[in-house]
């Protein structure tokens, strides 16, 4: 009886199969383990915006004022200009031709469909806008006949040239008459810079399709 009890035991400690059963707690243990082992899915990065798409949010969540939009304009423009002197290369040059073209008709546009109507109303100077209307006419001619060309063909440099003193003209009296008489007259200009804007980055958008 003793040898039975002691198989008893011995059997009680015992598998069905001789093996000893699991400690309290290893299935849980095992559980975990296998858990955190397993690595976490990293959630997928966002690739980042570009440059000129960052500019553009930060543009249209605080618009600048129209006078500023437009002399911001002015600044951008006057340096593909300058750029362009110091080119040589006709590839080059064609690029940012169509660069300076480009530029010129969104922003003449955004003013002759919003910002000129609303001065005309504002200040009292219809024959400073009604120049600046022709000035505006003169360089879209020149614009059309350098489209009309490439880089290489006898005087597309000389066009280019000339029509940056346009702009420069035009400019130099936008800044100093026009914007001066508007900034000192009744004009929204927040409300107005914010119209400019939407409609300039229309423009650009449907030019870039």
């Keep these: 009886?003793?040898?039975?009890?002691?198989?008893?035991?011995?059997?009680?400690?015992c598998?069905?199969?001789g093996r000893a059963p699991a400690p309290p707690g290893w299935r849980n243990d095992m559980a975990t383990t296998k858990t955190a082992a397993k690595p976490k899915a990293k959630p997928a990065s966002k690739k980042p915006a570009s440059k000129t798409a960052r500019k553009t949010q930060r543009a249209a969540a605080k618009p600048a004022d129209a006078i500023k939009l437009l002399k911001d304009d002015h600044k951008e423009v006057k340096g593909f200009f300058d750029q362009?002197?110091?080119?040589?290369?006709?590839?080059?040059?064609?690029?940012?031709?169509?660069?300076?073209?480009?530029a010129l008709t969104v922003h003449a546009q955004i003013e002759e469909e919003i910002f000129y109507p609303a001065a005309r109303e504002a200040i009292d100077d219809?024959?400073?806008?009604?120049e600046a209307e022709v000035e505006h006419a003169s360089a879209k001619q020149l614009i059309a006949e350098i489209q009309a060309m490439k880089a290489g063909d006898r005087l597309f440099d000389a066009k280019v040239t000339v029509l940056g003193e346009y702009v420069e003209h035009h400019v130099e009296e936008e800044e100093q008459e026009m914007f001066a008489?508007?900034?000192?007259?009744?004009?929204?200009l927040?409300?107005?810079?914010?119209?400019?804007a939407a409609r300039k980055a229309e423009l650009m958008a449907q030019a870039s399709k």
Excluded: P
């Excluded at 009886?1 to 400690?13: P, R």
């Excluded at 219809?126 to 009604?130: A, T």
């Design 15 to 17: 598998s069905a199969k």
């Design 1 to 13: 009886m003793g040898g039975a009890a002691g198989s008893a035991a011995s059997f009680g400690g």
């Design 84 to 102: 362009y002197a110091d080119l040589e290369d006709d590839a080059e040059k064609q690029a940012l031709a169509d660069k300076i073209c480009l």
């Design 190 to 196: 927040k409300a107005l810079g914010a119209e400019l």
């Design 126 to 130: 219809d024959d400073l806008l009604d």
């Design 181 to 188: 008489e508007s900034r000192e007259s009744e004009l929204d």
